[in-house]
């Protein structure tokens, strides 16, 4: 697991959400880990079952699953929208678990923000009146929240629309609004819950590349809800992939490709097309003494799709530079076969 | 994905939440599966059948033929003189000595009186700003041009000239025709019965949100509080609450809460768990949450309680006068005992208008927008107010120089009753019925009746509750079998059956009629939607006015009884059908014209099927109306409970009433809750949910 | 709905006359025997025209001496139970055969008075209107009646002629038709209402009808009529089988000419408003004060309150003689 030295903004431990069956009805150990015979019971059922994980200070971890796999669940959980039966939440190094229904309010009202799957947008309000919602709740003045509401608007691009109802917007605006409104407070941490399932292709590609334009600017820490593993692949510093409630494994997008940690997570990137993943750095190979390198370089962030056609026209290794333009490593014509046709079938060695 | 703990999901999958479906009951909630439903219902016919023919050859014991039961007369045959005057089991003497000890020994008399106290106060303010007078603050009346300004500016500001013209044109209805000081007492009792419904439903509709509990014991009541007819339990308000104006209200007030408690529980239920997370991720309190996210996202379910409310209120205005309710309905009953058919009917259409000026201005305020960026002069943001104030100003002014604008005279003598007096003696010259009465009292009314009078009770209560082993389980089976068994208990079974089978024949004529009117009237956009508008217009229409007429056209007897029934019972089989029709998804059409159907074939292949389930609910909202309506019916003339809660009433027999109330609301109960139940496992299984 | 209404109803718009026949006195009440002048004495009203513009005459009357009124629009029935807890003060027409069960309930409870008697009497029995009688030779005499039964048959009643009785609940004579032989059925009608809806059809159809009503009515000013002449009543005719034409059973006989017509009040009334309640118990209508009252409100058109005020204008010797007199 990748963790950072600076404490991270979001540690959960040992967490366990099960329905149909209350905290003081379970054993735990010194751990924290809960007897899985409670499994058994009828009427009960575990969506979260002992997971642990940090996110860093702006970091897009995605947690990745398929449905009733827990994930949304989770991140519930990490908002306490839902009350988790067993475990630990640490929102900056404060107690999640321990706040009260005061803190917990004013803890949402200025650090959170959530987006929706299916938008959740206030039917009876216009889209300036759901984004200023927020701040209205934190009983901001009028022009101060017209005024930020409108900023909000131009952010997103819905410039013109303010006074639409939400009925009145095609879903790709609707979850602009949605965006926009979970922004409005200015949030440290952004949770968002499938933002992008309930929209069509070409919308939701936009919508993903909106996204990453925001977060490159906003540097917000996020949690990133999907089912969808391309997005994730495309978001995320790091994915966590959730099965039967549990983390399968949680690494960054080429380690998981690479390194796939259990069948479950395998079968996912069996599919995937590496070289849409993989990047220079994470397949090269080490440069060995007096190799003769093809003249132009690669960066080592490249991703393999951009430099395969490059790599595999050079019969000499072609070099690998990191920022500094260091030479860090080198790529061969055969790695990139090996890569783009040999090891679609199972996990790599390398 | 989100556990199935989730409750907002819960509600979502069932949204008509039913009486009291707690978690242990479900077990005992499926019937027989659809396949073998047949040889179900075969089995339950034959042990039916066995009782029924065990009956001639003495087979079966006296208790298991007839309980011991209260005496009746009959109004087509002779009279059956019954010797057998009591009941199995006191219920009635029951209830009347809990009533009194809870009102003269427990001291709840002194909340309700104090709450009729204010209510009365209440009243009497509001009437006062109304029409003048020297209760509440004493205060002259308005001109009448004051209140025609304000009726047209509001319908104006709140959606346009059609909204406008209505609402003055009702105002100037109610000038000209001489019914101002009546319409304006009906319009004071619901100025406060109104908003006092809302506020009492919304609250309970929240309370039973916010408590499983709550909802469990709550709604049972409201089932029954909505199913029992209003004479039975007029008795019960005045023991409590005294009389005079405020007890009309209170009667109202009672039968127009359930449906806003319903539509509120429906509405907050329905809510997308999401709009709820959002309100809490936006940092709500939850009173913030209740009041800006909640309340506000359930208000189409809201808003048709509002809805439900005013109507209900209009359709007491004429019940609650038999309380000591003035106003329309007080005039409107006057005028029928004198036999006043075309001023009754006048009053009618008053009640109408007033119905459809206030659904209209509720709805309109309701769909306001507000536009937030506006930064608008105070002139323009408040011009309709200002408007208001200027021409009520000037009403004031001008009422003050010609005195027709301040009150108009009673002696105008402007009405158009007696054209309506002409056409009803018209149509009872010229539509002779003889022949035809003849035929249905003779040949068919009488051998139903008497068919289910001969039926053994044992045999009627293996018929209902193998009916609802067969559609709900156990559950249901208990639950109807328990709501007949008081029936026979309280000793009213053969008044219930006679009442049962003119609710039943009624339904018959209902559906022969109504659903084939409903088909028609849904083929063309247009005449679907002249359909629905007459269907509201004849729901709020008094029904007691559609009485008399039947009597003079069919005179005293069943029959009569039985078509002025239909006549208030039909409109749920029209507008049902019509809605069934109109929901129907548009792909399933394209699909069977492609598959190059006639009309006929879409008819019967598509059309019926889909909508049969939303046909099956108007069908039993028309058994709810003729259950509703039959009591009323009793005052042409009938052996049935509601001719003895006439009788209870005249005795202020308050336990006598409740019981008989009781009886009708059970079996209204039960057959609500068998096709309900039937219809929503239809819906399901035709994925329309 | 109560037959009282509609009867009373029909009393008034026959406008037969009230007699006030009251023990002419000298005026004589003072300010003092009022009592609590501020606290309105309450008079409630029901749905048939005399009594609601008698009730205003005499809350108009009552004014004059120096009460306040009100007036609260009740139900006829319930309004006993209304008296007894002093919701109203008092009821000015307590028919005996609408409202003895009530009243009498009432009285058995406690809490309420028996104010005394008007003159105005009732009657109740099989009437038949003009239109009718023309019909059948011999009319409104009970033999000629049956001879005629023919004439009342309908599809439904097997050759019988069909007599349209009142809601059962107002009803005694069950068993006179067996008693005397009749070749008739009896049904019930639903209440008044239903009553003159039956006497409208048949009038419409020309159609013979034979229905039951009460004196005074409207019905008599509307189609004109008679009550169907029967045995004469008599104590013994329900008592005992012997007596009369049939030897084996009662109820061969007619109902008694006259039914009384009372006044009640709340029993705090004399205590708490006495000069007023001395004023009730004098107060007497005569079926002529009934049928003028309810000529001005139903043929003349008047308001209940305007056809108040004309009534007292023009009987000022009337009511002062229930004011003014002292004994």
New interface residues.
Partial sequence: MNTTSLQPVIRCQTLYKIFGITSDQLQKDSQGLIDPSYRDRQGVVTAVDNVSLDVSDGELLVVMGLSGSGKSTLVRCLSRLIEPTSGSIEIEGNDLLAMSEKELIELRRNKMGMVFQNFALLPHKTVLENIAFPLQMRGMKRAEFVERAMKMIALVGLDEKENSFPRELSGGQQQRVGIARSLAVEPDIWFLDEPFSALDPLIRKEMQDEFLRLQSMLKKTIVFITHDFDEALKLADRIAIMYHGNIEQIGRPEDIVLNPATEYVAKFTSDVPREKVLTAGSVMDERKEQEALASKSVRIDDLVETIAEYVLGQSIPVPVVDAQDQIVGVLHQARMLEILFHERAGPSGS | MRGPGHPALEATTTPFKEISLSRMKDLLLKGLPPEQRAKGALVLLAIVGVLILAKPFNLIPDFLDELPQHTYQSSINKEIQEIKRTELVPIGAALEWTFYYLRDDLHVSVVTRFFSTSLKALVDVVHNILSGGRKGFGLDAPPWSALLVIALTLGYALKGWRLSLLGGGTVCYFAIFGLWTYAMTTLAYLAVAVPISIIIGLFLGIWCYKKKSVEVSILPILSVAQTMPHFAYLIAVVVFFGIGHQTGVIATIIFAVPPMVRLTLLGLQTISPEIVEAGKMAGCTSRQLLFRVQLPSARNEIMIGINQVIMQCLAMVVIAAFIGADGLGFRLLHKLIALKLGECVEIGFAIVLLALVLDGLSKAWAEKKRDYRANLPFYRRYKYSILLVVLVAIAYILASYFPILNKIPRDLDITYAKSWDGFIDWTVVNWQTRDFRYIMLVHILTPLRDALLFMPFIAIMVLVAGVGLLLGGYYSALLTLGFLLFIALAGWWDRAMITLYMVLFSTFICIVVGIPLGLWSAMREKRARTALFWCDTFQTFPSFIYIIPAIMLFRVNDFTAIMAVVAYAMVPAVRYTVEGLKNIPPELHEAVTMAGCNKRQRLLQLQLPVALPHIMLGVNQTVMFAFSMVIIAAFVGTIDLGQSIFKALSETALGKGVTLGLCVSFMALTVDHLVVRWARERRRLLGLD | ???K??KT?GAM?AGTMLAFGASTGQAGTTTAALGDVDDPIII?VH???SQIAMSHAVGQLLEKIGYTV?Y????S??????LR?G??TLELEVWEG?FA??FN?ALDKGGILDAGTHDAVTREEWWLPDFTIAKCPGLPDWEALNACAEMFA???SGGKGVY?DG???WLHD?DRIEALGMNF??????????L???L??AA??DEAVVVFNWSPN?TDALYGGAFVEFPAFHDRCKTDASWGINPNMTSDCGSPAGGYLKKAAWDGMPRKWPAAYKALTRINFTTNMVGTMAMFV?VD?M?HADAAARWIEENEEVWSAWLYASQ
Avoid: C, K
């Fill in positions: 709905m109560s037959r209404f509609t109803l718009v409630p749905n048939w025209s009100e609260t629009t009740t139900d029935q319930a309004v006993y139970e209304a807890v919701d109203v609408s069960t009530a309930a309908r599809p439904d349209v809601p059962v609940e069950l059925i009896q049904i019930h009608a639903g209440g008044a209402a239903a003159w809806a039956e409208e059809s419409a159809n409207f139903d058109e308001e």
